[in-house]
Nanobody, 125 residues
Framework: QVQLVESGGGLVQAGGSLRLSCEVS????????TAWFRQAPGKEREFVAV???????SYANFVEGRFTISRDNTRNTVYLQMNSLKPEDTAVYSC???????????????????WGQGTQVTVSS
């Protein structure tokens, strides 16, 4: 059984930084495409960043160079380093994984079969 556990969320002032972690257990981590999504209150879930087994990364336009996704296959963990945080970044951040994501669908939440429970990120102004 594949499980994803996020950590690292919290309360931070605007301009600050947080690093989110998502540890994946079960399955073969090195084969997964892993992504971060977020959902703010009253809004749809949206794509944030993705990395695949070849360490190809892509980001949502709103990231604007502020976030970095990375993975450590020795720790079965994917990270999201978030810098220059803004109040509009406030949301529940969730990681997702799949071994069957096709490249063109990597930004879609429906492409992922495994999800974590989410971690709250709150950015105060």
């Amino acid at each position: 059984q594949v499980q994803l556990v996020e950590s690292g969320g919290g309360l931070v002032q605007a301009g600050g930084s947080l690093r989110l972690s998502c540890e994946v257990s079960g399955g073969t981590f090195g084969r997964y495409t892993t992504a971060w999504f977020r959902q703010a209150p009253g809004k749809e879930r949206e794509f944030v960043a993705v990395t695949n087994r070849y360490r190809q990364h892509s980001y949502a336009n709103f990231v604007e160079g502020r976030f970095t996704i990375s993975r450590d296959n020795t720790r079965n963990t994917v990270y999201l380093q978030m810098n220059s945080l803004k109040p509009e970044d406030t949301a529940v951040y969730s990681c997702a994984a799949s071994s069957t994501v096709i490249f063109s669908a990597r930004h879609s939440s429906t492409a992922y079969g495994y999800w974590g429970q989410g971690t709250q990120v709150t950015v105060s102004s």
